[in-house]
């Protein structure tokens, strides 16, 4: 069950026209980095490929990609009502959960960390910033699926996913972010900088974060768990509203 679920979803995600604005949205540090490369910056590439893909791949393309594909891949369903022929089947309501999540997280991750090595190569590749690269690719991928998770629960807390998602985004991870220090424990753009910091070796002193990266492995897991649960049990309540 599922795998169909899976399925479904997946066509429904690809069939929209925001999916493919999203993949032309992240395609942007490609450009970027191209420009970069072509126009022979001396600066040193590893500190370079940091900044990059700090500033254009996690801080922007990562959240913004996992809110749309997060609250789009239940949340949109449930408002335009197409979800109910699956609410109304007798399949576990966190199965249906895992099989969203599934689509949203496998869908930013793929896009995302194929974004991060290209982008990160183009202008790293060849300078002794592979490893760098490497590491901020797989950090990404587990930075995609806690957002997806986060966002995917707030799509059922919430009919204004994207509105709130943005506000997380741009106020709590950007402004507050860098100015209150006891924020950055909820922030998933820290947790995924202290992963690439960790797996980047020496190379990830070019990444500037505070988090340390245990405390990112162990919040990103709770924030993980604790998404699932909470969207499995707003599904359950949402089941029940759906028949009084």
Aim: proline share 1%; no cysteine.
């Amino acid at each position: 069950m599922i795998r169909a679920i899976v399925e479904v979803t997946v066509r429904g995600i690809l069939g929209r026209r925001r999916s493919l604005l999203v993949v032309l949205f992240a395609a942007l540090p490609v450009l970027v980095a191209v420009v970069v490369r072509i126009g022979g910056s001396t600066s040193d590439a590893v500190s370079l490929s940091a900044d990059l893909l700090d500033a254009l791949v996690v801080r922007t393309v990562l959240p913004l990609v996992a809110l749309v594909f997060g609250t789009a891949v239940l949340g949109s369903e449930l408002d335009d009502g197409t979800a109910i022929h699956l609410l109304v089947k007798p399949v576990e309501r966190w199965r249906i959960v895992l099989a969203k999540l599934a689509v949203a997280a496998v869908l930013t991750i793929v896009l995302v960390a194929l974004v991060t090595l290209v982008a990160g190569l183009v202008v790293g590749a060849g300078r002794g910033a592979e490893r760098i690269v490497v590491a901020s690719a797989v950090a990404v991928a587990v930075g995609g699926l806690v957002y997806a998770a986060l966002f995917l629960a707030l799509s059922l807390v919430t009919s204004r996913a994207l509105i709130v998602g943005l506000a997380y985004v741009l106020i709590w991870e950007d402004v507050l972010g860098g100015l209150l220090e006891g924020t950055q424990a909820f922030s998933v753009r820290q947790y995924t900088l202290a992963i690439a910091r960790l797996l980047a070796g020496d190379d990830g002193q070019a990444i500037n974060v505070a988090l340390a990266a245990s405390s990112a492995i162990v919040l990103s897991a709770i924030v993980l768990a604790g998404a699932f649960a909470l969207a499995t049990r707003r599904l359950a309540s949402y089941e029940i509203h759906g028949t009084d």
